[in-house]
């Protein structure tokens, strides 16, 4: 009987190992479509609106091309010179495969494109037939000049492979008067028989290339200017593929040729791309998912993906950057890019301390190092949400910074005119930040944008205030706490809308909740897109409204209100009623009924979205809006494992119905949190935490640091 139960035990065993390593070797690169946002959204029933002559929608805006997570080198193709990230699927022809990107109208650096008895044209059609993609890899055929183009990427460098079918006259385009960025000079010279090393300026990157051939020549037309351009002639005599391998600096060239030689050096271009696909394989399987469809896989992986491309490392492999004054610094951190804080504040800066935390550790370093350089902590584009970003790190247990000197350089953020936050002297004297009167505003009028300013600084405050209460400082805590009510001098209980108001208090008129602005009174959005925003305080918004049956009808109208063709703002787009999921604004809002106790009403939203808005149009290549450098795409990861950070702030996250029977999520502590749902149902009835029922809608971050089982119970 003992032999018999031993070897129960064993085989009992080696089921149990043989599962995990059936989840463990499940490939998950391939689930990755890197096409996935490169194409337009023209469908105007999902825009909202019929697309005007010339536009091109801003559904997406990624790039398809070769990075490691938050690399240096992000290496893709160009098809259209001032276009969001430089590729667009429609395009037929590429002008330039360029070394940095970030799908925002910047960058796209040292765009370098092998030629072929060229003429005087720059530039090959190809077709997507010839074309692949995947994490650290894009391949493509240029038709023109018969070279097939292979790319892959380490941290700081490129690896370039030609395969030209004329091994006579092979030549190297360095477009270097061309960038998304403004170019204000350039500069490229031979360095000894095989390599070429040199500047762009605008946004001042150095580069050290080498090719695995002789240069013949090597010749400048406009030298600086953004007309000019050069060309590398190779020495005939080679028939193998070239290869160029380029480092990248933004401190010198020296540098740029350290990095190429420490990260790729003498390895083939098969290692380096293997080492890339192993590193985006070990990123992508700290979350593995059971059930679900084969494109809800390949959206969750995409989306996780898409959202470790930024912020981007700007130091060197020997500690080196350019400080925020311009000055070369030694830091014993990777200094990266500030993130693209009024996006990614909801939830992607969380999803990127989740899966690695070193990385959010050196970014919030980073951004200490430009305090303390200019006195404030950066901001991105509107708000002041380093200040949630930083606080939702160290809540949930990052805090292996200076957070007494990064608290008081956000102080200053909170207080201090004239720096991080515009208008802040009339927000802290009245409570709000008032708009001029202006006669027939229309989407482009630049003013205050009061209202998303008084709602967003709110938050701020909060958001501060949390990290005041864990340092002890009370006063400021007490402070802090009642300037995050001062959203609610924006209500206008006459309409039941966030309302812009005038310098002396009154209400704006006439009043129009359906017309988007850019500018005025709100950022990007109309009065029923940012009504429903006080993450930190839905219990005081409610009451707003009247209490839960007030709100929730006001819910239900932004929802099904229609909205008005005519209405065009060009990133105010993919409506659902008056709601927008193509821009960020209202991105809390779906998950609003949950704190009236109707998430049945969420799910049927979020369900809908997920479902429907993304992976859409021709080739399901269509994102529903901009991905804002991960935003849209970590609200798909979250939501469709079930999680949502409502609150970013806080250490705690909404539950929803997770799309997947079974979600098993590897800590950064080590340990692992499973999240179940057994049944095909969709209105969750209970939440089971580690086997007792959980009270309410939020479960704790302590999950992540300790491990623990979630089940979710629906009919």
Known sequence: MKLLTKSLTILLMGVIVSLHQSYAQTKLTPYVNTFIGTAPLTDPKILGYELPQGWRSWAGLTFPGSSLPNAMVQLSPVTEFGSGAGYEYEDDTIYGFAHTNKGHWNLCNIPILPLSNPGNKFGSKFSHKNESAAPGFYQVYLDDYQVNVKLTSTLRAGFHQYEYKNN????????????????????????????????????????????????????????????GYAIIHLTDGNTGPVELRIGLSFVSTTNAKENLEKEIGNKTFVQIRNEATAKWESLLSNIQVKGGTEKQKQMLYSCLYRSFLWPALRSDINGEFKDAKHNVVKGNFNYYTEPSLWDTYRNKDVLLGLITPKVTLDVIKSMKDVGDKTGFIPTFFHGDHGASSIAGAYLRGIDDFDIKGTYQILLRNANVDGGARPFVKEYIEKGYISDPDIKNPHVETKARAGVSKTLEYAYDDYSLAQIAKKLGDSSNYRILMARSKNYKNMFDPGTRFMRGRLENGDWIKPFNPQYPYYEYMYREANAWQVSFYAPHDMKGLIELYGGAKGFESKLDSLFTVPWNPKYVARNVETMIGQYCQGNQPDHEAPFAYTFIGKPEKSQKIIDKILNELYGIGAGGLALSGMDDAGEMSAWYVFSSLGLYTFSATDPEYLVTAPLFDEIKWKTSTGKLLTISKPGKGRGITNIKVNGKANNGYFISHDLFKNGGKVEIVTQ
């Open 168 to 227: 006579h006259d092979r030549q190297i385009l360095f477009l270097l008067g061309k960038a998304n960025s403004g170019v204000s000079t350039w500069n490229i010279e031979q360095v000894g028989s095989s390599a070429v090393k040199g500047f762009q300026g605008g946004e001042n990157i150095y580069f050290y290339a080498t090719i695995n051939g002789k240069i013949d020549k090597l010749n400048q037309t406009d030298v600086g200017k953004r007309s």
